[in-house]
């Protein structure tokens, strides 16, 4: 059994092996793409077209579904896989979760009926673009985590960003208990801001799921 474990390691293809992390880096675009969207929303930003844009970000999480589901179905008949199969599962879910979150900040401000916008969310937004920007790099690098001297940079560096989230919910939260009055916008924006926060969180997730996966198969 364990001669036929090793043939079966030898025939394991580059083709097959590089498939779970090229599906990585295209599930991490959706990600990028997302963040991009929620970036160039607040830079814009008028109510009228918050249906277009979440319409236009339900179809990146579909996309993005789609390709998580085709690696569900691989990874089922896959009889080696490169990592452990629920390293690959929990490592898909997290991604997935980057998208959902970004999906629910524009939910919230739908639901609230958010028509001005904060000049922290703007904020926020910069640094969930700059995570996911980190997320790509991290995803180009994860083939070669065995000898890449930048992936471990990268991680730091998502890390830090998501403390400077932490930093701006906190003086976010403070400066709107501060300056609003209105108890319904006060209500809604605290919402917001803790869906921003938890888009920061999901970056970060999955940059410390990839690290540990690193040390477990070092």
Known sequence: MVILIIQRRRHYGKKEKNYYFETFIKSVSYCHDAAAMLRDCFDNYTSIDLPKSIEAKHDIEHAADEIKHEMMNQLVKEF????EREDIVELAHAIDDVTDSIEDVLLGMYMSNTTELREDAKTFAKIIYD???GLQKIAAEFHNFRKSALLREIIV???RLEEEGDRLYVDATRRLYMEETDPVKIFAWSSIYGRLERCCDSCEDV??????IVMKNS
């Not at 940059?207 to 540990?212: C, L, N, P, S």
């Open 80 to 83: 080696l896989p490169p990592l």
């Open 131 to 133: 995570c996911c920007c």
């Open 157 to 159: 560096e998502i890390n």
């Open 207 to 212: 940059a410390d799921m990839v690290e540990q």
